[in-house]
């Protein structure tokens, strides 16, 4: 697999770049999101964090069982400023 | 440019030795920037740094990534020229992008109160030397086309203020420590610090054992345990904050803007994303003194509505995530440094209400250097946690924010 493989399409972030990652030190998903960026982007890790845990467990960093993606953070899917502003939310009324 | 392949910075497997000289405990900014330093003026010092979850974890990788100069307070003002003057050259001193950026603050205010304020702080900072001038509307208007101005009654701007990704900084001193000699442990706690006769001892969630001359308690919102376990009483407790950030843009936001009457703050990262935040009022349930990290459907709602009307052209920006963190909130506002009252060999680098991250490249400057050889900087001194005992709390810094 060439260098420039990409693990998370939307911060552009490579295979490489995870090896480097790996090598420094960091091996956990919440520390390689950091250092890296990986999944925060606008699919905030849907797409990438499962080919991440594949990586590190090939690379001997992770055993299966203990494989979990980093803290999800709302909301769910982007929404804009203007519909939240709008809409009545649940924990706000009295 | 990033530090070469293969150069750590600390992990959870680094071998301790059973004693060193100086133990810091929590590998946030403050501690790790202490270590940095530290380690420059005294090389023969043994120095291990113990943090208990990985680089970046606590408050240090939740803030805003704010730097501003303009305070209440002259001695907070001075510090941060300081510290600001110190960012210029950091990246290359710690060889790493900082995505540091110099775009100001803007301070707006809406009331009466505001306005005096803005002009109290102004004066303040004439007679300090910061450059921060008065706007009106218009003017505060020509630097922030988008922003609402209607009931504006005055503005506030430093040019020298700025931004900065809070991550790479952590890094940068991570590692340059480590090239110095400090060793530094990730993913292990302290669970107690028992005093010796010649220093403390630190049991680590690990089941070792480290003996250090000298402790330092750099945990921020997490020091209270620590300290209670050593009878020590100080009265900074941790308080919830929220924050969010957009879908990335295209520059075109330049200072960091703050509204006074709603506490309302939110710049445009290097990275493109609006980074945004707000005074929320306390959940009834107690949970914003606690250190429960949960995001919630409130803050987005009543952040939403705030920045629509200030900034109406947000209502068509896309929020990508929250999330939150804790400031470590002193009763004056002010943070709490120095020996511990009763274990001088016990020092906290504490109580920063929020603004620990920007004040960190000066203060761990100046606190290595009272480690290393006895020189107590004034900056530092005014910041003794003996002082709520003695009654000498003399003021309440005012611009806290968030």
Redesign the interface.
């Known amino acids: 697999m060439s260098d420039r493989s990409f693990v998370c399409r939307c911060e552009d972030v490579t295979l490489a770049e995870i090896d480097?990652t790996l090598?420094?030190?960091?091996?956990?998903v919440?520390?390689i999101k950091?250092?890296t960026?990986l999944g925060?982007?606008?699919c905030?890790g849907k797409e990438c964090v499962g080919l991440l845990c594949r990586i590190l467990i090939d690379r001997g960093a992770l055993r299966p069982a203990d494989a979990q993606p980093f803290t999800a953070?709302?909301?769910v899917e982007?929404?804009?400023?203007?519909s939240?502003?709008a809409?009545v939310?649940?924990?706000?009324q009295p | 440019m990033s530090p070469k392949p293969g150069t750590p910075m600390g992990s959870a497997s680094q071998p301790l030795p059973p004693a060193v000289d100086v133990a810091i405990v929590g590998a946030g900014i403050m501690g790790l920037a202490l270590a940095y330093h530290l380690a420059r003026l005294a090389p023969r010092l043994k120095i291990a740094v113990v943090e208990r979850s990985y680089l970046v974890s606590g408050a240090s990788g939740r803030n805003g990534g704010g730097l501003r100069m303009q305070w209440g307070d002259a001695g907070n003002v001075r510090l941060m020229m300081e510290s600001i003057a110190e960012c210029r050259g950091l990246a290359q001193e710690l060889d790493i992008n900082l995505w540091f950026r110099q775009g100001g603050y803007l301070f707006l205010a809406r009331s009466e109160a505001g306005e005096r304020r803005l002009i109290r702080n102004a004066e303040l900072h004439a007679e300090v030397g910061a450059p921060t001038r008065l706007l009106s509307a218009a003017e505060a208007q020509a630097i922030v086309p988008q922003l609402a101005v209607d009931d504006l009654r005055l503005a506030s701007f430093n040019p020298d203020d700025g931004v900065v990704f809070p991550w790479p900084f952590v890094w940068g001193y991570a590692t340059q420590a480590v090239r110095r000699g400090v060793l530094l442990r990730t993913h292990t706690g302290v669970s107690r610090v028992e005093p010796r006769a010649d220093g403390y001892q630190l049991r680590l969630t690990s089941g070792e054992t480290l003996q250090a001359q000298r402790v330092v308690n750099a945990t921020g919102a997490w020091s209270h345990g620590l300290n209670r376990g050593l009878g020590i009483r100080l009265p900074n407790q941790p308080h919830r904050h929220e924050i969010l950030s957009s879908e990335p843009l295209k520059p075109f936001l330049d200072p960091l803007v703050v509204d006074l009457g709603s506490g309302l703050y939110f710049s445009q990262s290097t990275r493109g994303e609006l980074v945004a935040g707000i005074t929320l009022p306390d959940a009834a349930d107690g949970s914003d003194t606690s250190l429960t990290l949960h995001s919630s459907l409130r803050f987005l709602g009543h952040i939403s509505r705030t920045l629509t009307r200030l900034m109406p052209i947000t209502a068509a920006m896309k929020v990508l995530r929250q999330w939150t963190g804790p400031y470590d909130v002193s009763p004056d506002g002010d943070a709490i440094v120095g020996p511990s009252p009763g274990h001088p060999g016990f020092i906290q680098v504490c109580g920063f209400t929020g603004h620990g991250f920007m004040m960190a490249p000066a203060v761990g400057r100046l606190l290595a250097r009272w480690i290393a050889d006895g020189t107590a900087h004034p900056m530092l001194t005014r910041w003794d946690p003996g002082r709520f005992a003695a009654g000498q709390q003399s003021r309440r810094e005012d611009m806290i924010i968030g």
Do not use: K, N, S
């Open positions: 480097h090598a420094r030190g960091l091996a956990t919440e520390e950091r250092y960026g925060t982007g606008p905030q953070r709302p909301p982007p929404v804009t400023f203007g939240l502003a809409a939310l649940e924990d706000e």
